[in-house]
């Protein structure tokens, strides 16, 4: 079956512009996490969706991130007045939802502010 | 002083090597998970476990809660185990994992 997929694969933009981001989780997963692998450092989380709500969002880093998930599928990450400190890869990986259950991550979106 | 703390960062080995990853937390956890990233940047879940031991192929987890420690074994090393080996943990009733730095992995032909 499909795995979590991601887009844009790339994206570079400039400075002060908005970018959004979007995953398709694995059908059926209820659990929907969004983390960011900034250069030369490790894996840090942003938001955890559970059906369409997200009752942890400690992890966004600043009011310009925001983030949705609709019909309990497809999230978009959204980042508003970009900053170079925000080029990572992000990550996108769903789950059954539930603390037993492995989480599957999808291929990340390279952003680039320049 | 990070959650969790990954040893060795950079490991280099010959083919046919037995290979030991290790990782410490600090916090009490529900899982624990061991995942590999290429060069290229997927990540693939290995595994997750809470208690005692897994294995999958050459592959060995162990984790002892006591001690707030696992270890992850790779057995007869092959150049494609190259990869980053990324321990991460989910403390209490949370849902979001919290990452070591990752480990390294080259392995040698």
């Known amino acids: 079956g499909a795995g979590v997929s991601q887009s844009p694969s790339n994206k570079v933009t400039e400075k002060g512009k908005d970018v959004e981001l979007r995953c398709d989780p694995i059908?059926?997963?209820?659990?929907l996490y969004w983390y960011r692998q900034s250069l030369g450092q490790g894996l840090e989380f942003l938001i955890y969706?559970?059906?369409?709500?997200?009752?942890?969002k400690s992890g966004l880093p600043s009011d310009r991130f925001s983030a949705e998930r609709t019909g309990g599928s497809v999230s978009t990450l959204t980042i508003q007045r970009t900053q170079q400190e925000d080029s990572a890869v992000y990550l996108c990986?769903?789950?059954?939802?539930?603390?037993?259950?492995?989480?599957?991550f999808g291929p990340g979106t390279r952003l680039t502010v320049t | 002083k990070n959650e969790v703390e990954q040893s060795p960062q950079n490991l280099t080995a010959q083919e046919g090597e037995f290979i030991t990853i290790n990782c410490s937390y600090s916090?009490?956890?529900?899982?624990l998970h061991w995942l590999q990233q290429h060069p290229g940047g997927g990540i693939v879940s290995l595994f997750m476990?809470?208690?005692g031991k897994k294995k999958h192929g050459r592959l060995i987890a162990t984790i002892n809660i006591q001690e707030k420690h696992s270890s992850l074994h790779i057995t007869a090393s092959h150049p494609r185990d190259s990869a980053v080996y990324i321990c991460a943990v989910r403390s209490g009733g949370n849902e979001k994992l919290t990452f070591g730095t990752g480990t390294r992995l080259t392995i040698i032909p």
């Open positions: 916090v009490g956890i529900s899982a």
């Open positions: 476990l809470s208690s």
């Open positions: 059908s059926g997963h209820t659990a």
């Open positions: 990986a769903s789950s059954l939802g539930g603390i037993q259950y492995e989480q599957y």
């Open positions: 969706f559970q059906g369409n709500s997200a009752p942890d």
